[in-house]
T-cell receptor, first 111, second 114 residues
Framework: QQQVKQSPQSLIVQKGGIPIINCAYENTAFDYFPWYQQFPGKGPALLIAIRPDVSEKKEGRFTISFNKSAKQFSLHIMDSQPGDSATYFCAASRGGNQFYFGTGTSLTVIP | ETGVTQTPRHLVMGMTNKKSLKCEQHLGHNAMYWYKQSAKKPLELMFVYNFKEQTENNSVPSRFSPECPNSSHLFLHLHTLQPEDSALYLC?????????????FGDGTRLSIL
């Protein structure tokens, strides 16, 4: 059973647009929700993370929105740039080493 | 050199070969991980080592054998692999075991089984 469900699988936006990637989970014991960015030929790199005691976190152009009651969280990329074209993974964990990852979203930002 | 380094970057091997993947982290972390990344699938956690001791083995077939000689080095020994084992193998590390520490990934070894 997939612990974290991610959508969409792929996304194409124009430069300056605001792509939104969504993730949903079932296990209410999860208490840490990171997002990773992966470029071709590279490993995933931590982008931003949130804990369930806050509803939103911003770091630069990247924002996580968290809805604890709906068990959903999403990544918004403001003023997207071609350099943001990458695969994005959401993940969740519950205090141990075990991270559960989504299936990834391939983002293309068209100049 | 900083971060998490994996070698080799690419590996092609036959089903009867024996090879090893190497991971080295220069971050002073105490936990290290092996993941398998296949297209259109979530990253699959394979093994976890905390302070050189294996603490997780997610039902990984015995043809994959991990080794952690110290907190900075992690190996994945491979033997008699199957075609479905072709994937990107990622190593990661985190500062401490548990506590939802962010994981730092290497760039992976792309493994192809003939």
């Amino acid at each position: 059973q997939q612990q974290v469900k991610q959508s969409p699988q792929s996304l194409i936006v124009q430069k300056g647009g605001i792509p939104i990637i969504n993730c949903a989970y079932e296990n209410t014991a999860f208490d840490y929700f990171p997002w990773y960015q992966q470029f071709p030929g590279k490993g995933p790199a931590l982008l931003i993370a949130i804990r369930p005691d806050v509803s939103e976190k911003k770091e630069g152009r990247f924002t996580i929105s968290f809805n604890k009651s709906a068990k959903q969280f999403s990544l918004h990329i403001m003023d997207s740039q071609p350099g943001d074209s990458a695969t994005y993974f959401c993940a969740a964990s519950r205090g141990g080493n075990q991270f559960y990852f989504g299936t990834g979203t391939s983002l293309t930002v068209i100049p | 050199e900083t971060g998490v380094t994996q070698t080799p970057r690419h590996l092609v091997m036959g089903m009867t070969n024996k090879k090893s993947l190497k991971c080295e982290q220069h971050l002073g972390h105490n936990a290290m991980y092996w993941y398998k990344q296949s297209a259109k699938k979530p990253l699959e956690l394979m093994f976890v080592y905390n302070f050189k001791e294996q603490t997780e083995n997610n039902s990984v077939p015995s043809r994959f054998s991990p080794e952690c000689p110290n907190s900075s080095h992690l190996f994945l020994h491979l033997h008699t692999l199957q075609p479905e084992d072709s994937a990107l193998y990622l190593c990661a590390s985190s500062q401490e075991p548990g506590g939802n520490q962010p994981q730092h990934f290497g760039d992976g070894t792309r493994l192809s089984i003939l």
